[in-house]
């Protein structure tokens, strides 16, 4: 049952980020998106990683989405003002997804099986073991991630703000 369940999962996941990609409409994107998110907290059910899933939830579905649709709203998107890209250029954008797929690709075959870890450790997935490793050996990425957030939302506000010099004349 819980092979079925995955499949589903991924299925919902690669269909959602494949939508994400070739949907006109970036509201509709960012939709498709936020479905890709609960695939992805699914697969972190199935892994009995159930802080992981809400915490996933909680960040990418709602607060990072929220953030994403404020700043699509703001850029006030039309279709008749957007410049359409060059032929070369999207050609370029086809070669190298293309190449990037070879490479995953070839990645994946290489790879070795993964093993099913025969006993574990139940304060593993534990909350306080969770803070001590984010804290003490990923010190530095944790806070390099947060001051990408922090610019990421200062950049939505600078977005967001209207130019005081166009108003006035």
Known sequence: MTLYIFYFLSFVAIFCGLMTVFSRNPIHSVLYLIGCFFAIA????????????????????????????????????????????????RMAAVIASGLLMLVLIAILKKADTLTVATNQNDAIGTIKNLGKILLDEYFFPFEFASVLFLTAMVGAVLLAKKDKSKVAS
């Open 42 to 89: 699914g697969h972190y059910l199935l892994l009995e990683a159930e802080f992981l899933a809400v915490v996933h939830i909680i960040v990418y579905a709602g607060a990072i989405m929220v953030l994403f649709l404020f700043t699509l709203m703001m850029m006030n998107l039309n279709e008749q003002i957007e410049k359409h890209k060059p032929a070369l250029a």
